[in-house]
């Protein structure tokens, strides 16, 4: 009989030894530092001084108001995740099809074109240092071509298309590696069925394919939506923020002013802003693919 | 039609090779130019070595950065972060699962929540909290972080992977005079075995490659870490190429190497990871 009690119910001891460690990590790691940064978020504190003045809203008001740099770094985090967006997943999704085509050394080309995904943001950015500062130059004067001839880095449209570029290199590789999953997974008898009833390649593709692809279309959409808007390593190492600031990331202007300007208060306050665009970006996330979810299923 | 479509075929190819060879084009330079002196990496970065300095070059770097043990700490970081990370995911998984308390579905509501805030929102309290504790700028502390806020990520992997398991199986472990504890470790584990492959291929590059964490947690040398050495190595030696770019090629190359050999793998993760997150 006691046997039977003690399948169902577990012991204090055996729910501590389950969540108890995690729960304290989470607790340290995650709650209490969420709800100090909201404390200090309404306080002037640099950072180091024992003294932290309340300032009420006068943080946020600084934010919306244009007098940090946080609407900058918003200008640019979104100018980069619009390109992203669009680029990479065209780019992706062409890719994917290309290679879903029965083409040779496909597990390969995969390989290839996923590589720069699985190495770090930071080393990237320093590569491509290096490629815009001598490569490109380089290339420029062998092709003739004056555009590629400027200092890119230096120049803060170019800058712009720089970190671009090297983001879509980045992370086409991801958006390609789940579209070819997609791809893969649209049954070949409705495929067959449509080629047996006359369409042709492109409408197959076109009228069949993507859209029974669209939940992994979203899926992809949004990752890069959330990439651009974490972005940290790339714009450090690749531009350092520069030329004049114009390439700083909402991340990284957070790291500024916390680190290098002294405005704890402030950088605080921009963390929740923060926190706060990432929450709508997931809940307008979830929100579309239970939709596309339902309309697959229905 | 056939021979139409043999030469549709070597046509895509033909494309998609010009774009594999452009997609590596500038990690070859890289390469290139690593062993080139640094007067000919700056008048002409593009063509053949003239004069072959790959060992000083490679030495100096070697040297410059202290590859060993920086190599050394991030793989330490890595391990102990991921093996914490899949470990701790799996048990809060299957308890909340097959347990669940008022206690425990809280718990459940906060970690799915805390998948939303950005690390960048977290960091500086996070270091006040670590410094209260005497753990900031030491490893452990810096382990203790990415527990924390890998947690997320891999309970929600590993709860729709217990959700698939049959209770029949513990059950009969449980007649048979097993332990809950017992229970875990010896049935649920092995059955967990595809799902903590996943997490931790995936969490491992995440981890290896992260640069904001150690940034802020691990300010001190003797922890430095592959992505802090190489910052600091451009802080000091930049446009010194002929140290950075092989000092460059020296910490892709682990990454490169690995993922390579078990890339089958990590892209299966990396599409379960998509789907499910």
Redesign the interface.
Known sequence: MKNRSS?NK?SFW??L???G???V??L???????C??IR?AFTDWN?VSSQAGFVGLKNFADIFTGKSDFLGAFRFTFIVAFFNVLIMNALGIV?AA??T????FQ?G????????N??????LG??????F???VP??GK?LHFAPLMTPWLGDELTAYAGIIIVSI?QGMG?VM??MI?AMTGVSSDLTEAARIDGANARQIFFRIKLPLCMPYIT?CLF?TISQA??M??LN??LTKGGPYGSTVS??LN??ND?FANNK?GL??AE??V??GI??II?SVQMHFSRKAEEALNG | MTTNKKKSRIIVFIIVLLLALLFVYPLFLIVLNSVKPLAQILTDPLGMPKKMQMAENYQKAFEEIDVLRVVLNTAVLTALSVAGITLLSAMTAYWTQRYPTRFSKLFETLVVLSMLIPFASLMLPLVQVMKALYINNTMFGTVLTYWGIGLAFAFFMMQSAVKGLPVELEESARIDGCSRTKVFFSVIIPLLKPTMVSVILMDMFWIWNDFIVPLIMMNNDRLMTIQLAISRLFGQYSSKWHVALPALVMTMLPIIIVFVLLQKKIMDGVIAGAVKG
């Open positions: 399948l577990p055996e729910h030894l389950f969540l460690p995690a729960s990590i989470f340290i790691v995650i709650i209490i530092p969420f100090i940064s200090y950072g890719m290309l290679l085509t029965k083409i040779p597990n080309f995969r390989v290839i074109f996923y590589l720069p699985v190495i770090g943001g930071l080393i320093f590569v491509w240092q290096f490629i500062i001598n490569g380089a290339i062998a290199w991801y590696v789940i999953a899926l990752w808007f974490k940290f390593d450090y190492s909402l991340a957070i790291y916390a704890y950088a605080t963390s929740l923060f926190f990432i929450l997931t």
